[in-house]
T-cell receptor, first 115, second 113 residues
Framework: EAGVAQSPRYKIIEKRQSVAFWCNPI?????LYWYQQILGQGPKLLIQ????????DSQLPKDRFSAERLKGVDSTLKIQPAKLEDSAVYLC?????????????FGPGTRLTVL | AQSVTQLGSHVSVSEGALVLLRCNYS??????LFWYVQYPNQGLQLLLK??????LVKGINGFEAEFKKSETSFHLTKPSAHMSDAAEYFC???????????FGAGTRLTVKP
């Protein structure tokens, strides 16, 4: 079974530029998550999708971050414009359904460096 | 709101020694608790989880954790460390009514030969 795929694996940009990350979840997983992991910290949930609808985006900085999952499969996370403090690893995870009983499977992440 | 605190950002043990990684939780409702492992340049992998069944939970790779309500703890242990156990370990908490799984800051485990 293929795991969660993410691209690119690494990205370096200058502040005020835009960047987009892509995630392909495990086939059949209805729930998709984006996390931000700043160096030395645990992952923090940014947004959760159930199929193509947003379940929770309370911690997403909506003035600069946006995410979509148009067909209920792949998802993209965009930052526009980027700030220095956005330097982090962005993790995508998927699960069969939401809630703590359903294991989340994580992708390898995209490491973003903002200069 | 639920949260977890991991005591010790770095733990170093010798190969074959006991591994003990500490996690304390704060939750206003019965929690669900998780331990994840992260190897360099990889995503997180679930080691084990507590979902209000048995208080002693056995996971993969010989790890186990015990839920102690009186101490609000969920410490991770392994009787004998192996070099391949060197990684970052994260404790996380959620509850049935929440979409959010909150992670601790992580503990980096080093295993010395």
């Amino acid at each position: 079974e293929a795991g969660v795929a993410q691209s690119p694996r690494y990205k370096i940009i200058e502040k005020r530029q835009s960047v987009a990350f892509w995630c392909n979840p495990i086939s059949g997983h209805a729930t998709l998550y984006w996390y931000q992991q700043i160096l030395g910290q645990g992952p923090k949930l940014l947004i959760q999708f159930q199929n193509n609808g947003v379940v929770d985006d309370s911690q997403l900085p909506k003035d600069r971050f946006s995410a979509e999952r148009l067909k209920g499969v792949d998802s993209t996370l965009k930052i526009q414009p980027a700030k220095l403090e956005d330097s982090a690893v962005y993790l995508c995870a998927s699960s069969l359904a939401g809630g703590p009983f359903n294991e989340q499977f994580f992708g390898p992440g995209t490491r973003l460096t903002v200069l | 709101a639920q949260s977890v605190t991991q005591l010790g950002s770095h733990v170093s043990v010798s190969e074959g020694a006991l591994v003990l990684l500490r996690c304390n939780y704060s939750s206003s409702v019965p929690p669900y608790l998780f331990w994840y492992v992260q190897y360099p340049n990889q995503g997180l992998q679930l080691l084990l989880k507590y979902t209000s069944a048995a208080t002693l939970v056995k996971g993969i790779n010989g790890f186990e954790a015990e839920f102690k309500k009186s101490e609000t703890s969920f410490h991770l242990t392994k009787p004998s460390a192996h070099m391949s156990d060197a990684a970052e370990y994260f404790c996380a908490v959620s509850d049935e009514g929440s979409n959010d799984m909150r992670f601790g800051a992580g503990t980096r485990l080093t295993v010395k030969p």
